[in-house]
């Protein structure tokens, strides 16, 4: 059984709507965990945005959990609960809308790379969006070799000479943008063979478009309104993605935290560590034959069934390795 805990600030895009706003969206995933993993789960709203609050009410309904699904709350409270909970439980704890987007676009990375023939060390990537997805993706995509990457906030490229940073903000500008670029998005995604999007409605235009590298690569995961439409991209980009059902290429949590959580219970983890998220994002790649490859699906459908197993076994090979 999981819990599926929310405080209601940063639902599904729309932002804080609070707890009994988020209920529908805690239900709906109790659903596709049931559906996709088998796993019972129990939404959870908390009608408080104190941190130690949700910290404190977590650990005291823990015992009757097998893992805890953090869910839509906002950055940077986010990641101190999630912090703190993990350092206190002896349970599986994952925030998804950090953790399982990281893992899903990075198996869309894999494949577009691979598609494509260009190397993780030699592209540059601009990521729009520091918050929860934006940290989280930025973090597991180093992890696949990538180096130069920029990230960008409201107000432009973050870098070392930013004195308005947060501490979440500031290790941007301690990890990534390593030749200190400045300015604003227009500016930094000059040359980039990659464009993550992770922010908000129409923050990409073609013309930013035309500026990036030779076969250029999209994934515009605003919701519900892209970056951009891949209508309006299309005509100019190698590859695109969104995060709606009704384009190709989907980039949806759905493909893989019930296949974590399956297999974080199912080999009793006390942790989803940096190991097993990375083998996720490699059995979801993994879970498309590479003659079925092509720009129009560069991952699994989230209907494919297939996928959820082949993540728990990942996930489980992964534990038995390091223990």
């Not at 999981?2 to 940063?10: K, L």
């Not at 000059?190 to 923050?203: E, K, Y």
Request: charged share 25%; net charge negative.
């Amino acid at each position: 059984t999981v819990a599926i805990v929310t405080d209601g600030t940063a639902v599904l895009g729309l932002g804080n709507i609070g707890p009994q706003a988020a209920m529908p969206v805690m239900e709906g995933k109790a659903v596709l965990f049931k559906e996709f993993a088998g796993i019972d789960a129990f939404p959870i709203c908390l009608d408080t945005k104190s941190v130690d609050e949700v910290v404190a009410v977590v650990r005291a309904i823990a015992p009757g959990f097998g893992g805890i699904n953090l869910e839509d709350i906002a950055a940077p409270h986010c990641f101190e609960i999630e912090k703190r909970l993990q350092e206190e439980l002896d349970i599986p704890v994952f925030h998804d809308d950090q953790h399982g987007t990281a893992v899903v676009v990075s198996s869309a990375l894999i494949n577009s790379l691979k598609l494509l023939g260009k190397k993780p060390e030699d592209i540059k990537v601009v990521v729009l969006g520091a918050g929860a997805a934006g940290t989280a993706c930025t973090k597991m995509i180093k992890q696949l070799n990538v180096d130069n990457i920029i990230a960008c906030d409201r107000k432009g490229a973050i870098h070392k000479s930013r004195d308005d940073l947060n501490e979440a903000k500031q290790w941007f500008a301690d990890n990534t943008n390593p030749d200190g670029l400045k300015g604003s998005l227009k500016e930094v995604i000059a040359g980039a063979d990659v464009f993550l999007g992770v922010s908000g409605p129409r923050q990409l235009s073609v013309e930013d478009i035309k500026k990036m590298a030779k076969d250029p690569v999209v994934y515009a995961m605003a919701n519900p309104i892209p970056e951009i439409l891949p209508e309006e991209a299309g005509p100019h980009v190698a590859i695109m993605a969104t995060g709606r059902s009704d384009y190709p290429n989907q980039i949806n949590n759905v493909l893989c935290f019930p296949g974590i959580f399956r297999g974080a219970l199912d080999c009793r983890a006390k942790a989803i560590t940096e190991e097993m998220k990375l083998a996720a994002s490699h059995a979801i790649a993994e879970s498309l034959d590479e003659e079925h490859l092509n720009p129009d699906y560069i991952i699994p459908t989230v209907f494919d069934k297939s996928v959820t197993p082949k993540i728990a076994e990942a996930i489980t090979e992964c534990h038995a390795k390091n223990h």
